[in-house]
């Protein structure tokens, strides 16, 4: 079945650490990639996407993702995370072949404390 | 100017009855969806329509019936409240069938007593 999975569920760090989330998805072909970030309250918003092309996105608010096929992964990055940052992130994918049904992972709690 | 609008943006009701949540997207975009956010912040999708049909339908209860008077306008009726109900529904958009970005309304946030 066709699913995208993220691996931590809450992550608490303090301003100027570095911030990495882990994405993997399972699908036959190939597939859309994104990040969308949805601060508290608010509605999603798109970070990255990958559609093709350079494996290395960036995105908004210095964020960047590597798709990398072999492991089917597409990871989120920042080098120094600020406090605006707090929110939570979802990862999420639909086949190029399809009416983008977008699948999303269960999301990712990032705190960030001053 | 709001690409993706929703209305209510709350809406607090009782069990039993019938509400109706309205979706409006300004891009020109032919593709519309409705997602279900639990409160554990999972995200699913529910439906989606293109130019007015029908092309996704997930396994939701028939209680839950989308319309889309227009391909700017996807609405999402649901008979029959019920306190599982309770969740954000997010409306979005995007241009057609193949790649492209989807673009989310600011949610309704549903509560049934």
């Known amino acids: 079945a066709q699913s995208v999975s993220q691996h931590n569920h809450h992550v608490i760090l303090s301003e100027a650490a570095s911030l990495e989330l882990g994405c993997n998805y399972s699908y036959g072909g190939t597939v859309n990639l994104f990040w969308y970030v949805q601060y508290p309250g608010q509605h999603l918003q798109l970070l990255l996407k990958?559609?093709?092309?350079?494996?290395l996105v960036k995105g908004i608010k210095g964020f960047e993702a590597e798709f990398i096929k072999s492991k089917f992964s597409f990871n989120l990055r920042k080098p120094s995370v600020q406090w605006s940052d707090t929110a939570e992130y979802f990862c999420?994918?639909?086949?190029?072949?399809?009416?983008?049904?977008?699948?999303f992972g269960a999301g990712t709690q990032v705190v960030v404390t001053p | 100017d709001t690409a993706v609008s929703q209305t209510p943006k709350y809406l607090v009701t009782q069990m039993g009855n019938d509400k109706s949540i309205k979706c409006e997207q300004n891009?020109?975009?032919?593709?519309m969806y409705w997602y279900k956010q639990d409160s554990k912040k999972f995200l699913k999708i529910m439906f989606s329509?293109?130019?007015?049909?029908?092309?996704i339908n997930e396994t939701v209860p028939n209680r839950f019936s989308p319309k889309s008077p227009d391909k700017a306008h996807l609405n999402l009726h649901i008979n029959s409240l019920e306190l599982g109900d309770s969740a954000v529904y997010f409306c979005a958009s995007k241009v057609g069938e193949g790649t492209d970005t989807q673009y989310f309304g600011p949610g309704t946030r549903l509560t049934v007593l």
């Open positions: 990958y559609f093709s092309g350079d494996p």
């Open positions: 891009l020109g975009h032919d593709t």
């Open positions: 999420a994918a639909y086949p190029t072949d399809s009416w983008g049904k977008l699948q």
């Open positions: 329509y293109n130019n007015k049909e029908l092309i």
